[in-house]
């Protein structure tokens, strides 16, 4: 049984400053993971995806992957009120037409 | 680019009608898409996989006699929900894997109440 799992919050942080969601996923097999932003009634967008152990940087958005303690993380600096929404993780057995198994999202709040 | 198009982005029906719900890949060909499911507060339920051309793959617990699913071209998939009931109110989100093979993109939804 492939299972993502993350913390459902909700996490609160302040405006501006650093926010760190967390996911861990079962599957050893998994080779690609992806970071989803949900708004409340929305459908989810694709925040940026990471397939390499290490850091990947996209503006203020940066994905970290650890694939020896089968671990990724979302930091999110200078936090925006904007920024306030579900974050949903989610892994790819691969590259191509495969299902992405998601985690249940954790819900992040940006007080002003 | 890699725009899914979903409608209607809600319906409200009566018990016991059909409901079509409609996912169109704009702007690239989606051999295979993808149907969710998601109750309030709740995180996305995959319920099937559509292949185009082929017989849709339900996950287990999903009534493929209820959710019918047809996928007859590279850019269309539909979903119907036959005699629909209270029950099944809920929010339907399609999604398709992108040619690049690096995630989905997912169309906007649809709000389904059925009263």
């Known amino acids: 049984q492939k299972e993502v799992e993350q913390n459902s919050g909700p996490l609160s942080v302040p405006e501006g400053a650093i926010a760190s969601l967390n996911c861990t996923y079962s599957?050893?097999?998994?080779?690609?993971f992806f970071w989803y932003r949900q708004y409340s009634g929305k459908s989810p967008e694709l925040i940026m995806f990471?397939?390499?152990?290490g850091d990947k940087e996209d503006g203020r958005f940066t994905a970290q992957l650890n694939k020896a303690s089968q671990y990724v993380s979302l930091l999110i600096r200078d936090s925006q009120p904007s920024d306030s929404a579900t974050y949903l993780c989610?892994?790819?057995?691969?590259?191509?037409?495969?299902?992405?198994?998601f985690g249940k999202g954790t819900k992040l709040s940006v007080i002003p | 680019g890699a725009v899914v198009s979903q409608h209607p982005s809600w319906v409200i029906c009566k018990s016991g009608t059909s409901v079509k719900i409609e996912c169109r890949s704009l702007?690239?060909?989606?051999?295979?898409m993808f149907w969710y499911r998601q109750f309030p507060k709740q995180s996305l339920m995959l319920m099937a996989t559509?292949?185009?051309?082929?017989?849709?793959?339900?996950e287990q617990g999903v009534e493929k006699d209820k959710f019918l699913i047809n996928h007859a071209s590279l850019t269309l998939s539909t979903l119907t929900v036959t005699s629909a009931h209270p029950e099944d109110s809920s929010f339907y989100i399609c999604?398709?894997?992108?040619?690049?093979?690096?995630?989905?993109?997912f169309g906007s939804g649809t709000r389904l109440t059925v009263v």
């Open positions: 999604s398709a894997s992108l040619t690049s093979g690096y995630g989905y993109t």
């Open positions: 599957d050893r097999g998994s080779q690609s």
């Open positions: 990471i397939y390499s152990n």
């Open positions: 989610a892994a790819s057995s691969g590259a191509g037409s495969y299902q992405l198994t």
């Open positions: 702007d690239f060909q989606a051999t295979t």
């Open positions: 559509s292949n185009e051309g082929s017989k849709a793959t339900y």
